[in-house]
């Protein structure tokens, strides 16, 4: 288990798969990981496996095999057993306090009422944290001292 | 590869949030 860190960060395969195939607030969640290198994104092999599996069904796999490689040298791994929700345990090993997803079984308040009772975790839409990511906040707050801007290519 | 590589392969399929949400749905075995 990791300490949770706001600066720990898991999208959901939903929101990983539709970063690259729709863009909209997906894209515009995961820039803001992108930009800043003292973010974190966590996903275990299960959570990507997920979302490889969705661009191989929606687009094409020579796609999906070139997403899991430019995702590996992102993300974070982090373990969890076999048969556990993959966002969700990725979230809770991996010491994210953010779970972007589309799943409103999971973005509901009642959800959110029963995680926040087990782990310090916001699950939210990503046009919610895409609206909401305050990066001279956070960074005050995860790093410490005057924001200086971003210092990463999103797109590279 | 990278990040705008991806993007640009990606433009030629057109899919929306509800078809990602119903392919994971599907992958993950809980369609209901």
Same mark, same amino acid.
């Given at each position: 288990? %990791?300490?949770?860190?706001?600066?720990?960060?898991?999208?959901?395969?939903?929101? =990983?798969?539709?970063? =690259?195939?729709?863009?909209?607030?997906?894209?515009?969640?995961?820039?803001?990981?992108? +930009?800043?290198?003292? %973010?974190?994104?966590?996903?275990?092999?299960?959570?990507?496996?997920?979302?490889?599996?969705?661009?191989?069904?929606?687009?094409?796999?020579?796609?999906?095999?070139?997403?899991?490689?430019?995702?590996?040298?992102?993300?974070?791994?982090?373990?969890?057993?076999? *048969?556990?929700?993959?966002?969700?345990?990725?979230?809770?090993?991996?010491?994210?306090?953010?779970?972007? &997803?589309?799943?409103?079984?999971?973005?509901?308040?009642?959800? *959110?009422? &029963?995680?926040?009772?087990? #782990?310090?975790?916001?699950?939210?839409?990503?046009?919610?944290?895409?609206?909401? @990511?305050?990066?001279?906040?956070?960074?005050?707050?995860? #790093?410490?001292?005057?924001?200086? *801007?971003?210092?990463?290519?999103?797109?590279? | 590869? %990278?990040?705008?590589?991806?993007?640009? +392969?990606?433009?030629? @399929?057109?899919?929306?949030?509800?078809?990602?949400?119903?392919?994971?749905?599907?992958?993950?075995?809980?369609?209901?």
């Amino acid at each position: 288990m %990791t300490e949770p860190t706001p600066a720990r960060v898991v999208a959901d395969a939903d929101v =990983l798969a539709a970063d =690259l195939l729709v863009g909209g607030p997906s894209r515009a969640a995961l820039d803001h990981l992108r +930009r800043h290198s003292w %973010t974190t994104l966590v996903a275990s092999d299960a959570l990507l496996d997920d979302a490889e599996a969705v661009i191989d069904r929606l687009a094409a796999p020579s796609l999906a095999a070139g997403w899991r490689d430019r995702v590996d040298e992102w993300r974070e791994p982090v373990d969890h057993p076999d *048969g556990d929700h993959p966002g969700l345990a990725s979230a809770y090993r991996g010491g994210a306090m953010h779970l972007l &997803s589309f799943d409103d079984r999971l973005t509901s308040a009642k959800a *959110g009422a &029963s995680l926040q009772g087990h #782990v310090s975790l916001s699950v939210r839409h990503p046009r919610a944290f895409a609206a909401l @990511f305050d990066p001279a906040s956070l960074y005050r707050e995860v #790093v410490g001292g005057e924001y200086p *801007g971003p210092d990463r290519d999103p797109r590279e | 590869v %990278t990040w705008d590589d991806l993007y640009e +392969r990606a433009a030629a @399929f057109e899919a929306s949030e509800d078809d990602v949400s119903a392919a994971l749905n599907a992958v993950r075995g809980d369609d209901d």
